[in-house]
């Protein structure tokens, strides 16, 4: 057995992180680069992924840049190529590339589109990744994978969308399915569910003052999470420090989860959404509305 000291390190382990261009994508990369792995940081807007890399780089470690959207599976896979290609291997995949792209609409109102965008980047975005990695994994006969699900997809939420609540859902079914058919050749997937944390996906709403203060009563620690507070558990099920885990869903959420319901929204919610949600989507239509 290793030392408990080195069962964190990720020393000439290879990570790739999607979604990296901001909010915890960036967190989970700086946090496996300081683990010293070489990280591959991946997403659309590539000058902020050269950012990310720059940082890394600067603090002497590793890592490289490289555009993918993640809804396209031949990007996903030439994103794959290039990290075999410039460290040598694959080791570590964080599926974190995902959207909340109905944000705030009530579902009476919510555009097809939007719900459609919001699996697609999440659900099939997720197995894209995931798919592209296992084709390197597999014959390797070993690896790691973590995708993100939420605390949204372990119960319907009046303050999460219909839409990503469902995909997060699916993201935890599709996290223990892979693990079933890919452990037998070596390779570990497990689900991080967050609970509220700030970042770019959930500061609007965070800063509604109401709904700040709603979710702290919803969670046991009376708090928002800190972005740093999710590096320990990203850690443990990159590592071999969870050597045995696998189709795990590993929450962390302040304790959020305890409760068995949550109260509806107050009207004064309501209106404060429907405040800061453009095409009143977020409006609800009431029975006597004709």
């Not at 990369?29 to 590539?46: I, P």
């Not at 002497?60 to 794959?80: I, N, W």
């Not at 999460?160 to 997937?189: C, E, F, M």
Request: net charge negative; charged share 20%.
């Amino acid at each position: 057995m290793a030392p408990p000291h080195t069962l964190f390190d990720m020393t000439d382990r290879t990570a790739v992180v999607t979604g990296a261009s901001s909010g915890l994508g960036v967190v989970f990369a700086e946090a496996l680069a300081e683990a010293g792995a070489n990280v591959v940081v991946a997403a659309r807007r590539v000058s902020r992924l050269e950012e990310v890399a720059a940082r890394i780089t600067s603090a002497g470690g590793a890592a490289l840049a490289v555009e993918c959207d993640v809804t396209d599976a031949e990007s996903t896979a030439a994103l794959m190529d290039a990290a075999v290609a410039r460290f040598g291997g694959l080791d570590v995949v964080v599926a974190n590339a995902g959207v909340v792209a109905e944000g705030g609409t009530v579902p009476e109102k919510m555009p097809p589109d939007l719900f459609e965008q919001s699996l697609r980047v999440n659900v099939v975005g997720t197995f894209n990744t995931c798919q592209a990695a296992a084709r390197h994994m597999l014959p390797a006969g070993r690896g790691i994978m973590v995708t993100l699900a939420s605390v949204a997809g372990m119960g319907a939420h009046y303050e999460v969308p219909g839409a990503y609540g469902s995909a997060k859902a699916a993201i935890i079914n599709l996290t223990q399915h892979l693990a079933l058919r890919w452990g037998d050749r070596g390779i570990r997937v497990n689900a991080l569910a967050p609970g509220w944390f700030p970042s770019e996906m959930t500061d609007v709403v965070i800063g509604i003052p109401a709904f700040n203060q709603r979710l702290r009563d919803q969670t046991a620690l009376d708090r928002l999470g800190d972005p740093k507070e999710l590096v320990g558990p990203l850690l443990l099920l990159c590592s071999e420090a969870g050597s045995f885990m696998t189709g795990t869903t590993l929450v962390v959420d302040g304790g959020a989860s305890c409760s068995l319901g949550e109260a509806p929204f107050p009207d004064a919610l309501y209106d404060a959404f429907a405040a800061n949600v453009p095409g009143g989507l977020a409006e609800r239509i009431m029975p006597d509305d004709r």
